[in-house]
């Protein structure tokens, strides 16, 4: 129809290699759920053939790479990476792209409120006990946890928050940019917060907003309830833009920074 001719005519932006897996089963889900995945590895990636790299696993995996598939905007992800690269700032890294379905909203949402129909368990465990195994199985991956990060916005950002500190063991670096935290009972945040075994080995974690959205009023009280849990101050930062707004461009000019900072403490990575 017309509006796939316009969609043919959107002029595809990507730099760097995208592999595209489509129908990629979930098997925690019984109702047999499947979802494309997008893997972007950075320039070099075939040539280097040798070097293991950082991987980042992000939500909403259509908005991430190209304005020819995205419904808002993009993130301009790959541009910024490639830059970086060409800059000799750093190795680069795979960007894992998890695509949203129509059940995004639960999917996304953290099982702290029991009146929710919440599956953020679900994929949670989706992401940790099959889709991280097959990307290190297929690809060239640094395996650690201080070289994996999660990463979103909106209700992206909170299930990252949710996921990375369930999963310290897994996730070193957690991207919040515009976390919903307003989703759900404000008890049951505290509830999972103050059931977290805080360690020295928790991830770094990077939240955000813009002072345009109502949510980055959220943000001050979680960081306060982290801070009561004993969560080191040091692994937290938080990032309170003025002038932005709750849309794709925003986050892709906040995006390199979380970047910097979330693997600043790996030396020669990212800047020495």
């Known amino acids: 129809g017309p509006l796939q ?5 959107s002029k595809s932006t990507l730099t760097g290699d995208l592999v595209i897996f ?5 098997p925690q889900f019984e109702d047999g759920r499947r979802r494309t995945i997008r893997v972007w590895t950075p320039p070099n990636y075939k040539k280097n053939g040798k070097i293991l790299y950082p991987v980042i696993y992000m939500h909403d995996g259509q908005n991430l790479f190209d304005d020819a598939t995205s419904f808002a905007g993009e993130w301009h992800i790959d541009e910024t990476i490639t830059a970086l690269v060409e800059a000799k700032l750093s190795k680069g890294y795979i960007v894992v792209g998890i695509d949203n379905s129509e059940r995004r909203l639960i999917e996304y949402l953290p099982a702290w409120d029991e009146t929710l129909d919440a599956e953020g368990d679900l994929y949670g465990r989706f992401i940790v ?14 395996v650690e946890k201080e070289y994996t990060m999660i990463a979103g916005s909106s209700m992206g950002g909170l299930i990252s928050f949710y996921i990375g500190l369930s999963y310290p063991e897994v996730f070193g670096k957690v991207g919040a940019f515009s976390p ?9 945040r505290r509830a999972f917060i103050d059931s977290l075994e805080i360690s020295e080995d928790m991830p770094r974690l990077y939240m955000d907003a813009g002072k345009k ?5 959220d943000i001050k009280p979680v960081c306060r309830e982290l801070r009561r849990a004993k969560y080191p101050r040091e692994l937290i930062e938080r990032v309170i833009e003025k002038d932005h707004g709750h849309n ?6 906040r995006f390199p920074y979380a970047l910097k ?3 600043s403490d790996l030396p020669g990575n990212y800047a020495e």
Request: charged share 30%.
């Open 213 to 217: 959205e109502k949510l980055y009023k």
């Open 5 to 9: 001719e316009e969609a043919n005519q």
């Open 248 to 253: 794709e461009q925003a986050w892709a000019i």
């Open 129 to 142: 006990e099959t889709l991280k195994p097959f990307i290190d199985s297929e690809f060239l991956t640094k």
């Open 22 to 26: 489509e129908n990629f089963p979930m």
């Open 261 to 263: 900072w979330l693997f």
């Open 180 to 188: 919903s935290f307003h989703m759900g009972k404000k008890q049951g």
